[in-house]
T-cell receptor
Framework: EPEVTQTPSHQVTQMGQEVILRCVPISNHLYFYWYRQILGQKVEFLVSFYNNEISEKSEIFDDQFSVERPDGSNFTLKIRSTKLEDSAMYFC??????????????FGPGTRLLVL | QKEVEQNSGPLSVPEGAIASLNCTYSDRVSQSFFWYRQYSGKSPELIMSIYSNGDKEDGRFTAQLNKASQYVSLLIRDSQPSDSATYLCAVNLWGGYQKVTFGTGTKLQVIP
């Protein structure tokens, strides 16, 4: 069964450093998302991406964040200068195109980011 | 006002019983509704999706949607200890490719 994959599974970084979180969405999916979940809190939307551009972003997704689809398979989230409060589990998700009757977003296993 | 609201629990049920999980949402234009299961430290795993009013059954799981009341529920029959997890209600507020908004989740404990 196709699945979303994410690397690394864990990332520890120093405050102020840049991190890049990587995702490989399901191959025929066209819509991509990043969510995060701070420990003990709910899953929060960060950004959605379609046709090589951001389609929606939340207030969390400020200038320190960026997303990119550098090739036909990878989807990345970059945090330019990490803060302590960026420590969270980051989930990538993807979904099929509309009209297929399948609207579910499928989640990857997550990257646990710890900023020290 | 919270967009998706769930009782955080924990909801404790004995093994073999029916677990009933509830969720309300605030935006009437919501179109797609999902129940995800999340084990501690893991990613959300889809249990059920429902788009139309009424019931939808899949094995031991039944999702119920009432758009007039802005209410969606999940019933788990014959609950098993392995069902112990946090159940996340999620709503696609605008349809299409837009974001999914999650509730805080209800922690379910199935007691052997």
């Amino acid at each position: 069964e196709p699945e979303v994959t994410q690397t690394p599974s864990h990332q520890v970084t120093q405050m102020g450093q840049e991190v890049i979180l990587r995702c490989v969405p399901i191959s025929n999916h066209l819509y991509f998302y990043w969510y995060r979940q701070i420990l003990g809190q709910k899953v929060e939307f960060l950004v959605s991406f379609y046709n090589n551009e951001i389609s929606e972003k939340s207030e969390i997704f400020d200038d320190q964040f960026s997303v990119e689809r550098p090739d036909g398979s990878n989807f990345t989230l970059k945090i330019r200068s990490t803060k302590l409060e960026d420590s969270a589990m980051y989930f990538c998700a993807s979904r099929d195109s509309p009209g297929t009757g399948e609207e579910t977003q499928y989640f990857g296993p997550g990257t646990r980011l710890l900023v020290l | 006002q919270k967009e998706v609201e769930q009782n955080s629990g924990p909801l404790s049920v004995p093994e073999g019983a029916i677990a009933s999980l509830n969720c309300t949402y605030s935006d009437r234009v919501s179109q797609s509704f999902f129940w995800y299961r999340q084990y501690s430290g893991k990613s959300p795993e889809l249990i059920m999706s429902i788009y139309s009013n009424g019931d939808k059954e899949d094995g031991r799981f039944t999702a119920q949607l009432n758009k007039a009341s802005q209410y969606v529920s999940l019933l788990i029959r014959d609950s098993q200890p392995s069902d112990s997890a946090t159940y996340l209600c999620a709503v696609n507020l605008w349809g299409g490719y837009q974001k999914v908004t999650f509730g805080t989740g209800t922690k379910l404990q199935v007691i052997p």
